[in-house]
């Protein structure tokens, strides 16, 4: 079965719509291809689909109705935009949703929801009630009470977080493009976000309605498919969810890479922020990436960051690779103390020795290929 043909088989779905998806113009939804949108929706849903929706566009409805000249750039004029205009998006839900019998559930997220493993699980648990008493949840950034330090950035970014954390078969993002393309060609199917398709694209500003841009996408993209989910990256205004889930040709398919992670760790790669960065020899990098070992004292020969036991740290190769990512043991004055040093040496200098392992094998995850 092509990997097309295979998302006939996708039951959990996350389907994001960007704010150029949404509106009409800078002012006002559109209200009739919105509608159409959410019978896809629904039509998925009633063939037996768990279907979750990420929305943008409360900063864009709010910061016209606030009088600002465009798009607001400072983080106290972007949470202004955002509390105005989230109102009147959700309300623009319900209109459309009311008549066909289905409930709007707002979900507003920070990346604290992630982060803190008991709110990621309520989080799981609330989207999983909404569903089984048959709302849809509409999910979007918390703007009015994020600042800059702890913003997702894009919703393409929510949405990938959103797919990791409901454990979706399928993640769609609905932009302003049709793909992915190389030169003048759409790519149909993409296997890997690799350091030639990030070469494809170029990161800078977006100008528009919108906060994001093809590297959020493949970003995306990465974290879905490392932990075993599809995505598709489609024009919103002018491709179909029914056409997607069809098996037919539209935008571009990211194929999933390899296995899928455990729950667990996949909560440890992508949802939870790094605090700081180890760096390995040689040796402790085979151990890891070949034969899915803890990381020991001995390996390490370098320790950026100021984090704590129990926070995330990434784990790199002198030349800068980035390998795995993990839940630490000890805190990083601890680590530069006991980096290189032997076990039996552990004791001795830090008078005592709580753990063998600076990261436990359990609680580390091999980022082949990433970015981070």
């Not at 750039?73 to 009311?98: C, R």
């Not at 571009?252 to 700081?276: C, E, M, N, Q, Y």
């Not at 600076?358 to 290929?369: F, K, P, Q, S, T």
């Amino acid at each position: 079965m092509s990997g097309r043909q295979s998302l006939a088989n996708a039951r959990r779905i996350v389907v994001k719509l960007g704010t150029r998806a949404l509106l009409a113009n800078a002012h006002e939804i559109d209200r009739d291809r919105l509608a159409r949108r959410l019978d896809e929706l629904l039509r998925a849903r009633a063939a037996g689909c768990s279907v979750l929706l990420v929305s943008s566009g409360a900063i864009g409805l709010g910061w016209p109705r606030l009088g600002y000249p465009g798009r607001p750039t400072t983080i106290p004029q972007l949470q202004a935009a955002a509390a105005v205009g989230q109102s009147h998006l959700m309300q623009q839900y319900i209109d459309l949703l009311q008549p066909r019998g289905v409930h709007a559930a707002q979900v507003l997220l920070t990346h604290g929801d992630f982060q803190d493993r008991r709110r990621y699980l309520n989080l799981r648990h609330a989207l999983h009630a909404l569903q089984e008493a048959g709302a849809l949840p509409i999910i979007n950034e918390n703007d009015t009470v994020s600042v800059d330090e702890i913003r997702f950035g894009d919703n393409d970014l929510l949405a990938a977080l959103v797919a990791n954390a409901v454990d979706a078969d399928l993640t769609v993002l609905f932009t302003d493009v049709h793909g992915l393309y190389d030169g003048n060609t759409k790519l149909d199917e993409v296997a890997g976000v690799t350091p030639a398709i990030e070469g494809l694209i170029k990161r800078g500003p977006t100008q528009g309605y919108g906060s994001g841009g093809m590297f959020s996408k493949l970003e995306a993209a990465r974290q879905v498919t490392r932990r075993g989910g599809a995505l598709v990256v489609a024009h919103g205004k002018e491709d179909s969810l029914d056409d997607i889930l069809a098996g037919h040709p539209v935008g571009t398919l990211f194929l999933p890479a390899g296995g899928r992670l455990d729950h667990r760790k996949r909560w440890i790669a992508w949802s939870v922020r790094d605090a700081g960065t180890i760096t390995v020899d040689a040796g402790a990098a085979e151990a890891i990436e070949r034969h899915g070992r803890s990381l020991l004292a001995p390996g390490i020969t370098d320790c950026t960051g100021a984090f704590q036991a129990g926070d995330a740290v990434l784990v790199r190769t002198a030349d800068g690779r980035t390998i795995a990512k993990g839940l630490i043991n000890y805190a990083a004055d601890d680590v530069r103390r006991i980096m290189g040093k032997r076990r039996d040496e552990v004791e001795t200098i830090l008078g005592r020795r709580e753990y063998d392992e600076v990261m436990h094998r359990d609680n580390l995850v091999a980022l082949e290929g990433s970015s981070l």
